[in-house]
T-cell receptor
Framework: NAGVTQTPKFQVLKTGQSMTLQCAQD?????MYWYRQDPGMGLRLIYY???????DKGEVPNGYNVSRLNKREFSLRLESAAPSQTSVYFC???????????FGPGTRLTVL | QKEVEQNSGPLSVPEGAIASLNCTYS??????FFWYRQYSGKSPELIMS????GDKEDGRFTAQLNKASQYVSLLIRDSQPSDSATYLC??????????FGKGTRLHILP
C-alpha cells in the first residue's frame, strides 16, 4: 500500500503558466481533499470530493479547478498561476464520514 | 464562514511536564474532531480523534471535547523533546468538509 501519493514533489512556474497537481490513493477511500499550507496559516481547504463524481468548494477555491477522475484520483489544476499561489499543497483522503484523513507527502509549488 | 481557532504559540513546556493545547470551533453541527502533529517540512499525522463529549486517552495523549462550549483540547503528559512540533486541530461537519485551525507551535524545553 503506497497510501496517498502526490506528483510532482516540487515545481517552479512562471506567472500565467498552467499545471495540474496529481493525487492518487490506493486505500479505496471515498472522500478526497486538496489543501494549501502557507506559513502561519495552517491548512486551508481548496476543494474536496465526498465521493466519486462529486466535487465541492472549500475555503479558498478561487484560481483552482479539480477533477475526480475516478475513485482513486483527484487532480488540482491551476489554469493561470499567480505568485499568490506559491504554497505547499497537500492531498488527503478518508474512508468514510467520521474517519481521520490520510495525507500525501505534499507538493511544494513556487510561482515566479 | 466555519472556523477553527487555535493559539498560534509558541507554547514552551519543560520536559516531563504536561502540555495543554486548546481549540474552539464555530460550526455547532460539527461531528468529529481531530488533533494532528506536523513536523517542519512534513505532512500532518493523526494523533487523536474524538467524536463524543468527554475525555479520550491514548498513551500520553488525552483529547477532551465539550460540544456545549464548542471546545476541544489535547493534553500531552510527560512531554518529550520529540513532541516539539506544530499541532493542528480540525473539525468535520455534516457536509464532509474538514476545516483546520492555524496550528499551535509547541516547544519542549530539555
Amino acid at each position: 500500500n503506497a497510501g496517498v501519493t502526490q506528483t510532482p514533489k516540487f515545481q517552479v512556474l512562471k506567472t500565467g503558466q498552467s499545471m495540474t497537481l496529481q493525487c492518487a490513493q490506493d486505500m479505496n477511500h471515498n472522500s478526497m481533499y486538496w489543501y494549501r499550507q502557507d506559513p502561519g496559516m495552517g491548512l486551508r481547504l481548496i476543494y474536496y470530493s465526498a465521493s466519486e463524481g462529486t466535487t465541492d468548494k472549500g475555503e479558498v477555491p478561487n484560481g483552482y479547478n479539480v477533477s475526480r477522475l475516478n475513485k482513486r484520483e483527484f487532480s488540482l489544476r491551476l489554469e493561470s498561476a499567480a505568485p499568490s499561489q506559491t504554497s505547499v499543497y497537500f492531498c488527503a483522503s478518508t474512508p468514510t464520514s467520521y474517519n481521520e484523513q490520510f495525507f500525501g507527502p505534499g507538493t511544494r509549488l513556487t510561482v515566479l | 464562514q466555519k472556523e477553527v481557532e487555535q493559539n498560534s504559540g509558541p507554547l514552551s513546556v519543560p520536559e516531563g511536564a504536561i502540555a495543554s493545547l486548546n481549540c474552539t470551533y464555530s460550526d455547532r453541527v460539527s461531528q468529529s474532531f481531530f488533533w494532528y502533529r506536523q513536523y517542519s517540512g512534513k505532512s500532518p499525522e493523526l494523533i487523536m480523534s474524538i467524536y463524543s463529549n468527554g475525555d479520550k486517552e491514548d498513551g500520553r495523549f488525552t483529547a477532551q471535547l465539550n460540544k456545549a462550549s464548542q471546545y476541544v483540547s489535547l493534553l500531552i503528559r510527560d512531554s518529550q523533546p520529540s513532541d516539539s512540533a506544530t499541532y493542528l486541530c480540525a473539525s468535520r461537519g455534516r457536509d464532509d468538509k474538514i476545516i483546520f485551525g492555524k496550528g499551535t507551535r509547541l516547544h519542549i524545553l530539555p
